[in-house]
């Protein structure tokens, strides 16, 4: 990968895993757009794990920790993962649609784990469907924050590619 592309994506993941620790409405935050973005951009996929992944710890160090990090990080590691299936489609649909398919996957995995971890919800069905009730209001920002920062951060690295050819990926040559 070309230096200059490897930090400007890296760049990018850095500036969104900052805006995490800007105050900010709830739930508006670039979890899920760090992690499409370092799925859909980065060549080599250790890349794609590990800038976003560091990025996010960076930023849960000023945050804190909390006892549902396990389900938190493992929607991050999963929403990477849909990213990669971007690399070969980045049209506006297709981003559009893995942003929202990422919100609703952090919802279900992450308030899982609010249920399964935190003693708030009795451990019975009736307490996980509670607690996925009370978090619905939240979906809402969460979505939101969703489709405006995967939207900022797909966008620019577009239009700075289109500006800036040698952002571009470089082709691997097959040997025969």
């Known amino acids: 990968m070309r230096k200059s592309r490897f930090l400007l994506l ?3 993941i850095l500036i969104a895993a900052i805006a995490r620790i800007l105050p900010h409405p709830p739930n508006i935050t670039p979890i899920a757009a760090m992690a499409l973005f370092g799925g859909a951009y980065f060549n080599q996929k250790k890349f794609a794990y590990i800038v976003p992944i560091v990025a996010m710890f960076a930023a849960d160090i000023f945050l804190g920790f909390h006892s549902t990090m396990f389900f938190v990080y ?6 990477i993962g849909i990213g990669f299936l971007l690399r070969s489609n980045k049209s506006v649909l297709s981003i559009t649609g893995a942003a929202v398919g990422s919100s609703v996957l ?8 609010v249920w399964l971890s935190t003693g708030m919800y009795p451990m019975t069905i009736s307490g996980l469907i509670s607690c996925y009730v009370a978090a619905i209001p939240f979906f809402q920002n969460t979505l939101l924050g969703d489709l405006v920062f995967t939207g900022a951060l797909f966008g620019t690295f577009e239009f700075l590619k289109q500006r800036y050819p040698s952002l571009k990926p470089v082709k691997a040559v097959s040997k025969q």
């Open 10 to 12: 890296t760049g990018l």
């Open 74 to 79: 493992g929607a991050f590691l999963a929403t």
């Open 106 to 113: 952090f919802f279900i995995v992450t308030n899982f784990g």
